[in-house]
DNA sequence: TAGGCCATCTGGTCCT
DNA sequence: AGGACCAGATGGCCTA
């Protein structure tokens, strides 16, 4: 079924390969086997990289495929005992649920106002994934200062409002930044947290909402969002 | 019912 | 050799 998210692998379903994953023929199809998936190591170039799935594919698209008569007659490697099959599945669930963790854990990062935008379950991995970064970039914006002054604002009251509650902690380096930031913005003297709480009301919410969209989870400048959907405007609930 | 998201299984590949 | 990582395939669940 395809899937949003596999946008890259669709174009490989799409052309009606049936790969049973025990025929790796030369008549699949599969975005990994596709020549500018195997030399588009992209921007990470990191340890792993999209490439062919099977050695056949891979002398096809790899012109300086190094290993090469070595392996034309490789020998498929044997199926793993049931037992390796069973402990390596636990090990990629294990795997699987550690990535899930995670994911939960940036979550709980974001602040609260930002997932409360969406319903809880729109929160998808990908969505989780472009929200944090459209929050770190805003961070960025306004540690930078070129953030709009009700974004500054609005940001910030949203961050105060949704630390824990009890005794006040030391203004982290960041805070102290951002404040600044903020306070020269403002051209005034006011402190800070008296304009945070008044800016933390319902009403400024409300006018803070056309500037959230400067929040945008979506770059163009984005690696990841090559070939995805468009900008998103998040729209009132 | 189609499409999106997810968990799981699986085989291939890389690394230690 | 065995573990880690990756991606394809598949089926379940949910929603519009």
Same mark, same amino acid.
């Given at each position: 079924?395809?899937?949003?998210?596999d946008?890259?692998?669709?174009?490989?379903?799409?052309?009606?390969?049936v790969?049973?994953?025990?025929?790796?023929?030369s008549?699949?199809?599969?975005?990994?086997?596709?020549p500018?998936?195997?030399?588009?190591p992209?921007?990470?170039?990191?340890?792993y990289?999209?490439? $062919?799935?099977? *050695?056949?594919?891979?002398?096809?698209?790899?012109?300086?495929?190094?290993?090469?008569?070595?392996?034309?007659?490789? $020998?498929?490697?044997?199926?793993?005992? %049931?037992?390796?099959?069973?402990?390596?599945?636990?090990?990629?669930?294990?795997?699987?649920?550690?990535?899930?963790?995670?994911?939960?854990?940036?979550?709980g990062?974001?602040?609260?106002?930002v997932?409360? %935008?969406?319903?809880?379950?729109?929160?998808?991995?990908?969505?989780t994934? %472009?929200?944090?970064?459209?929050?770190?970039r805003?961070?960025?914006?306004?540690?930078?200062?070129?953030?709009? &002054?009700?974004?500054?604002?609005? *940001?910030?009251s949203?961050?105060?409002?949704?630390? $824990?509650?009890?005794? &006040?902690?030391?203004?982290?380096?960041?805070? &102290?930044?951002?404040?600044?930031q903020?306070?020269?913005? &403002?051209?005034?003297?006011?402190?800070? *947290?008296?304009?945070?709480t008044?800016?933390?009301?319902?009403? +400024?919410f409300?006018?803070?909402?056309?500037?959230?969209?400067?929040?945008?989870? *979506?770059?163009?400048?984005?690696?990841?969002m090559?070939?995805?959907?468009p $900008?998103? +405007?998040?729209s009132?609930?």
């Amino acid at each position: 079924m395809a899937r949003l998210d596999d946008q890259e692998t669709m174009k490989g379903s799409e052309m009606g390969t049936v790969d049973d994953n025990n025929n790796s023929d030369s008549s699949s199809s599969s975005p990994e086997e596709r020549p500018d998936a195997a030399k588009s190591p992209g921007p990470s170039g990191g340890k792993y990289q999209l490439r $062919p799935r099977s *050695v056949h594919a891979r002398r096809l698209c790899d012109s300086d495929w190094s290993f090469g008569e070595s392996l034309r007659h490789k $020998p498929r490697a044997a199926p793993l005992s %049931r037992y390796r099959r069973k402990t390596a599945n636990a090990r990629e669930r294990y795997r699987m649920r550690q990535i899930n963790t995670a994911f939960e854990s940036l979550r709980g990062v974001l602040p609260s106002w930002v997932c409360s %935008r969406r319903a809880a379950s729109d929160m998808t991995k990908i969505a989780t994934l %472009r929200l944090a970064s459209a929050y770190i970039r805003s961070l960025q914006d306004i540690l930078d200062g070129s953030a709009p &002054q009700d974004t500054c604002s609005w *940001v910030l009251s949203a961050i105060l409002d949704n630390a $824990p509650s009890g005794p &006040q902690k030391p203004a982290s380096p960041i805070h &102290q930044a951002s404040s600044g930031q903020f306070l020269e913005h &403002q051209g005034q003297g006011a402190d800070l *947290v008296s304009i945070l709480t008044g800016a933390s009301s319902h009403q +400024v919410f409300q006018d803070n909402l056309e500037s959230f969209c400067y929040m945008s989870p *979506v770059s163009h400048n984005d690696d990841f969002m090559l070939g995805c959907e468009p $900008p998103r +405007v998040w729209s009132e609930a």
